[in-house]
RNA sequence: GGGCAAGUGGUGGAAUGGCAUACACGAAGGACUUAAAAUCCUUUGGCUGAAAGGCUAUGAGGGUUCGACUCCCUCCUUGCCCACCA
């Protein structure tokens, strides 16, 4: 057989059908063996599949059919992230059903999965929008209800016009929506929110425990939970009986503050200015300002509108009297919307204090600049230094005084302290139709009605219509929304949202434990066994949203006594995007590739190694055209190699001078691809170990570099190395070549991952490289091992390094064993 | 503005503080061929030299060290994330 595109297709089909048809990849819940569970972030079934997920699943795929291979039972399952917005937009582009589109679009990817060759367990295959995954969707907001967890609030709330729907925070980024970059609005509504918000503390704390996560997704994750130790400050209002909370960080510089400043839409705003001389104008810049979008006022930067509203509030700390002002910079939704302001040692305080003429005092001093006065600042002064103007505090740290600070504020009663968290409540409720209908009824006498587990799933309506014209299609079926109460059994109303789909994808590894179980949600014995996921792998994006609901939920789960662990996710790889002339593939782009063209032209093999050669996998990948080429070739000398060089049955063949090298070199390659993989998953280097020792087995053949001839026994030896090794990158290829070798094997994925002979590594000569003051001058061929004095013999009297020393004295003698030497004169 | 990465040939990239540029792509030359493709062989950081060799080079500058792509400091550039967060 020749190595040709229309062999690698048959041949990629054949074993594609073997795995399917011999279930080759099942995993075993019973098994004594120890578990590996590797998952990849399932995919929206969009129908096609693109590059970015062929990078994502092949990675795991190698080291899921890599861990069989060493002898663990492995988990590896696939699904479909089912439900969401595009299903809905596409059922009107296409005029057919969310339903039908969606089905039909898993089928395609599934298809393409399998032509991809990846090790799934078919058998664990799910998808979200199925009634029987997302009923337990609904049994876990059932459970939260229960818990106090999950609650109803009217709320200003994020709005994407374009979507019209909701919006968690998570989800708006930059003041844009994450999926359509549309602006988002806000809103008041009531809605469904969880308390995630119970959780920061643990979901903080536990980050300390993933060991095996980037960095980067961790101080991503502690930034958006945001805790911030400060102190909660009353400033009584004069002459009124207000006490204003002010929330600050800066407790130091509380003898600078010299004014305070509301958001304009902080609720005592009409209050305090009610009957006075400012209030017109005050509502004026309050309704001026709510025109103005978030993004806009964000984006105004530096320029700081305000307006005094005539009012004083007394600082506790000196009974100074400080002007009460309203100001766009400070916003509603951090701390108590209230702030004290110190323009000395505030930046933004500064420029709002200059703009408006308000009085400044210097509380830290400057190391560099003591003499400064508040007057000759060009801007605050926001490094550290001494207190001065700060009664009894005066001389100590500012940062060491924080604490002492805080603390004698609460012996005075002048304020508490306080732990702030920058991490808000969870928006769960979308007006959607392609989601989970969440389970609750509203009667009008007994209220919110939560629907009871055993008429679980609420389910979706299927024959609906899709229009487009807005409004949430689920509120239009009336025989969906008019119901009897559970409780009364008079005449109620279902609740017509559905659930973010973030809701759906935060406890999906938990279904694959037992994916058919139609009694509980899933097996907590089986899921003692596999969970935690051992590796989990995919893209950046989710560093915060997906990653940190799932750990959320899995925290509720340990709650609930169905879990025994605290995080889902032992080890995170986060891996890159791939690029097509250095920009992201992406259909508006028009740059991307379509990976069933590539398999079509390379197969699936080829594109494999590819994208696992071209780059290690948390980097950007350049998509290349010519260099797929390069795997092509690689893996034809593979073949080629296996065919002609390989004999079978060899018999009476006699050890060769060279079969040590050879076998040095093939040891070396076990060692080098199995740590690569094992000690941080550099598929790249790996896979160049193989190139390597390819290129020695050419040299011993063709007699290249001085290389002598070695047994057919050597050669033998080497190939079937080769072809394990490469096994779980390029598994078609190799399965048949295994064949082709006369193995007995029912796969390959059963043979044990070949074992490094250390002894051979170690080799009889080695070059010394010696340097004089540290340049390189000369190298020497010498027997592992030699003493100083041994060295010394040799190097000293070589002509070449007497020219260098010339009469100079040896200063120093350094040497490293069996790599270099360096002589100081 | 803050945080986190990263900066090495024409390109993707490799180097527990110890021979910088492994491996591959591309390019050039050659063999085979009527020719092309495929395959095989050779060369390939820069400067210099007939050659042996020499000098030089990991964003810039300094430091530590016998020795620095690697560690430390300052700066520059790029990417990502967060951001009037009090």
């Known amino acids: 057989m020749s190595y040709t595109i229309d062999t690698i297709k048959k041949l990629e089909a054949k074993w594609q059908e073997f795995w399917r048809k011999s279930k080759t990849f099942a995993a075993d819940s019973s098994t004594k063996k120890p ?63 969310p339903a039908k589109w969606t089905h039909r679009c898993i089928d395609e990817m599934h298809q393409e999965f399998e032509k991809m060759g990846f090790s799934y367990d078919w058998d664990r295959e799910i ?11 609904q049994w876990i907001f059932l459970k939260m209800i229960e818990k106090g967890l999950a609650y109803k609030k009217a709320s200003a709330v994020n709005w994407c016009p374009s979507c019209e729907t909701t919006l968690a925070n998570e989800e708006v980024i930059q ?14 509504l009531n809605q ?25 997704v961790k101080t991503m994750q502690k930034n958006w939970i945001g805790k911030s130790y400060g102190v909660e400050i009353y400033f009584k209002v004069e002459k009124t009986k207000e006490a204003l909370p002010v929330f600050t960080t800066r407790q130091d510089t509380i003898f600078g503050a010299t004014y305070v400043v509301l958001a304009p839409e902080h609720p005592l705003v009409e209050k305090l200015v009610a009957g006075t001389k400012e209030e017109k104008a005050v509502a004026q810049f309050v309704e001026k300002i709510s025109h103005v979008s978030k993004t806009d006022r964000v ?36 701390g108590t919307g209230a702030i004290m302001a110190v323009p000395t040692h505030d930046q933004r305080d500064f420029l709002f204090a200059k703009e408006h003429k308000l009085p400044m005092r210097i509380v830290i001093k400057d190391p560099k600049r003591p003499d400064i006065s508040a007057d000759d600042l060009k801007e605050a002064f926001e490094d550290e230094g001494a207190l001065i103007n700060s009664a009894q ?64 799933p609420v389910e979706l309506p299927e024959d609906i219509k899709i229009t487009g014209e807005g409004g949430s299609p689920l509120a239009k079926c009336k025989e969906f929304v008019n119901v009897k109460c559970p409780k009364c059994g008079k005449a109620a109303q279902r609740e017509t949202d559905t659930m973010a789909t973030f809701f759906d994808s935060s406890w999906y590894y938990l279904r694959y434990i037992s994916a058919h179980n139609d009694k509980e949600i899933f097996d907590t014995k089986d899921a003692a066994t596999w969970m935690p996921v051992d590796q989990y792998i995919g893209g950046i994006e989710h560093a915060i949203l997906h990653l940190l609901y799932s750990r959320f939920f899995t925290k509720f789960l340990n709650d609930l006594k169905l879990v025994k662990f605290e995080e889902p996710f032992t080890r995170l790889l986060t891996q890159g995007m791939v690029l097509k002339d250095g920009e992201v593939m992406s259909k508006s782009k028009g740059n991307t590739v379509d990976p069933d063209a590539v398999i079509g032209k390379y197969g699936a093999d080829a594109l494999r190694l590819f994208i696992l050669f071209a780059a290690p996998p948390e980097d950007q990948l350049e998509w290349n055209d010519n260099a797929i080429e390069g795997s092509w070739r690689f ?82 030896k080497t190939i079937e190395t080769v072809i394990m090794l490469l096994a779980p990158m390029t598994p078609h290829l190799c399965e048949e070549l295994w064949k082709m070798l006369g193995k007995k094997d029912k796969t390959i994925s059963d043979v044990a991952w070949p074992a490094c002979d250390e002894s051979m590594l170690v080799l009889d000569e080695v070059q010394i490289v010696v340097q004089i003051n540290g340049k390189l001058r000369a190298k020497f061929q010498m027997p592992v091992d030699l003493s100083e004095e041994e060295l010394k013999e040799v190097i000293l009297v070589d002509d070449k390094v007497k020219e260098y020393i010339a009469d100079k004295p040896i200063k120093r003698f350094i040497i490293i064993p069996n790599k270099i030497v360096n002589i100081v004169v």
């Open 192 to 216: 469904w929110y969880l308390k995630i918000t119970d959780y920061s503390e643990r979901l903080l704390e536990d980050l300390e425990t993933l060991k095996h996560w980037p960095e980067r």
């Open 635 to 716: 893996l034809s000398r593979v073949w080629n190699l296996a065919e002609t060089k390989y004999q079978k049955d060899v018999k009476d063949d006699a050890p060769a001078e060279s079969d040590k090298d050879l076998e040095h070199d093939r040891n070396v390659a076990i060692k080098k691809f199995t740590d690569d993989i094992e000690k941080g998953f550099k598929f790249n280097t790996a896979i160049s170990s193989i190139m390597v020792l390819l290129n020695s087995v050419d040299k011993h053949l063709k007699g290249k570099q001085g290389a002598k001839a070695v047994s057919q026994t050597a050669i033998n």
């Open 175 to 188: 003041g844009e929506c994450w999926r359509c970059k549309t602006e988002v609005k806000q809103k008041d």
């Open 127 to 137: 998808a979200t929008c199925d009634k029987e995954y997302y009923k337990w969707n």
């Open 35 to 97: 578990k590996y569970y590797v998952l990849e972030m399932f995919p929206y079934p969009s129908g096609k599949i693109h590059m970015g997920h062929v990078r994502n699943y092949t990675i795991a795929d190698v080291i899921a059919r890599f861990k069989k291979m060493q002898g663990f039972e492995v988990l590896h399952p696939i699904g479909y992230d089912a439900f969401g917005q595009p299903a809905e937009n596409a059922a009107i582009k296409h005029k057919t059903d």
């Open 393 to 456: 505090f005066n001389g100590i740290g500012n940062v060491e005084s924080l604490e002492e600070i805080a603390d004698w504020m609460e012996a005075e009663e002048i304020g508490k302290k306080v732990i702030h968290w920058r991490l808000r409540d969870w928006l769960i409720s979308r007006q959607r139709y392609w989601g989970t209908p969440i389970p609750v009824i509203y009667c009008d006498a007994c209220g919110v009605v939560p629907v009871p587990e055993k008429e679980l």
């Open 299 to 334: 984006a105004g930067g530096l320029k700081k509108e305000g307006i005094f509203t005539g009012l004083y509030a007394i600082n506790p700390v000196n009974n100074e009297r400080m002007p009460i002002w309203i100001a766009d910079y400070v916003l509603m939704e951090y």
